[in-house]
C-alpha cells in the first residue's frame, strides 16, 4: 500500500535525522544542523509530525577518540529505502562498525558479554562497552537479558564466539524476526527461567576463560517498558518507504528498542517506524497534518496453531 505524497511548495530547511539512541535509560530521537545537535526524549502519548525532505545523507561516523559524531565531509547522498546510513567512506571509520567487523582487537576498556532473549527460541549472545550499561540491550529491544561475564575486549570476545559456537546462542537475528516476536512475549517467570539456565549453561563453557563471570546479576525484564505486557497490536501497518515530501505523524507508544509505534488520528491503526528508516533525511515539524507519502506493509497477527487433530 503506498500513501501518495502531496504536492508542495518550496520547504525552510530542517534538522536531518540521526535516528534514535538510548542514553540512561531514555530514548532519544537525535538531528543536526549544521554543528548544531538536537535530542528530543521520546515521550509515549505526545503528538510528533514531521515532513521529510530529500535527498536522504549520510550522517557522518563515529570516530575512534571522538565524543560526538562527526558529520559526513562528503556530504553524500545514499540509498531513500537502504538499510544502510551511512556512505561506503563514513562506514570505513566508524568506530561501531569496525568493532562490530573485529577490526579492533582491544581498545583498553572493560566489556561486558549478554544473554539477551528476543522470543521463544531467539536466544542472541553479544558484548557492549561496560560505560555503556544497558544502552546496547535497549537499542536492540532486547525483551530481557542477563550480563553474563567481564573482561577486556579480546578476552570477552572469544568468550562471544565459544558461547555462539556451541549452538547456544546466536550472535545476531533480524530486526523482523524480532518483531514477530512482540505479539507473544510470553511471561516474565518463563523468560527469567530461560536466562538463568542459558547463564549456568554458558558459564561452564567458559571455565578457564580470561573472564569474569557473574552468578548474581539479576535477569532484567524490558517487556513492560516497552509496553509490550499485551503483546503488540493485533493489526498494524509497517512503514516500508520514506520519500520526499512524505509526512510521518501520529501520538507515540512506548519506543521498542529503535522502532516507534505512532497511532493514526483517524483510527486507522498503528503505524510502526523503524526509526533507521528515518535518518538522513531532514526534518520539519509539522502540525495537524495526516501521514502521507509512505508506503506500507500490513502486519497481522497470525492465528494460535490449531491443536484439534492432538485431541484425538
Do not use: N
Request: glycine share 12%; hydrophobic share 40%; aromatic share 6%.
Amino acid at each position: 500500500m503506498t500513501i501518495p505524497a502531496p504536492q508542495h511548495q518550496d520547504r525552510p530547511g530542517g534538522w536531518i535525522s540521526t535516528g534514535l539512541s538510548w542514553q540512561d535509560g531514555r530514548a532519544l530521537l537525535g538531528a543536526v544542523r549544521a554543528a548544531r545537535v538536537h535530542e528530543r526524549a521520546v515521550a509515549p502519548g505526545a503528538e510528533v509530525g514531521w515532513l521529510l525532505g530529500g535527498p536522504r545523507r549520510c550522517t557522518g561516523a563515529w570516530l575512534a577518540g571522538a565524543t560526538e559524531r562527526t558529520p559526513c565531509p562528503h556530504h553524500a547522498v545514499i540509498d531513500p529505502d537502504g538499510g544502510a546510513t551511512q556512505c561506503p567512506a563514513c562506514q570505513s571509520v566508524d568506530r561501531g562498525l569496525a568493532l562490530a567487523r573485529d577490526q579492533i582487537l582491544d581498545d583498553g576498556r572493560t566489556y561486558l558479554l549478554y544473554l539477551a532473549w528476543f522470543g521463544e527460541g531467539l536466544l542472541k549472545v553479544g558484548l557492549t562497552a561496560e560505560q555503556r550499561g544497558d544502552a546496547r540491550l535497549l537499542e536492540q529491544g532486547a525483551l530481557a537479558y542477563a550480563f553474563t561475564a567481564r573482561g577486556g575486549l579480546p578476552a570477552v570476545r572469544r568468550a562471544e564466539l565459544t558461547v555462539a559456537a556451541s549452538g547456544l546462542a546466536r550472535e545476531r537475528y533480524k530486526s523482523r524476526l524480532k518483531a514477530d516476536h512482540w505479539w507473544s512475549p510470553g511471561d516474565a517467570a518463563h523468560r527469567r527461567a530461560v536466562l538463568t539456565d542459558a547463564r549456568a549453561r554458558a558459564h561452564r563453557l567458559l571455565d578457564g576463560h580470561a573472564v569474569e563471570l557473574f552468578a548474581d546479576r539479576p535477569v532484567v525484564d524490558q517487556v513492560e517498558r516497552y509496553g509490550l505486557a499485551d503483546g503488540a497490536p493485533e493489526t498494524y501497518r509497517e512503514i516500508a518507504g520514506l520519500a520526499d515530501g512524505a509526512v510521518v505523524a501520529g501520538r507515540l507508544r512506548p519506543p521498542i528498542g529503535k522502532h516507534l509505534f505512532l497511532d493514526q488520528a483517524d483510527g486507522s491503526g498503528p503505524l510502526l517506524l523503524d526509526t533507521r528508516r528515518l535518518t538522513g533525511w531532514t526534518l520539519t515539524p509539522v502540525a495537524g497534518r495526516p501521514s502521507e507519502g509512505l508506503t506500507l506493509r500490513e502486519r497481522v497477527r497470525p492465528p494460535e496453531p490449531d491443536t484439534q487433530e492432538a485431541l484425538f
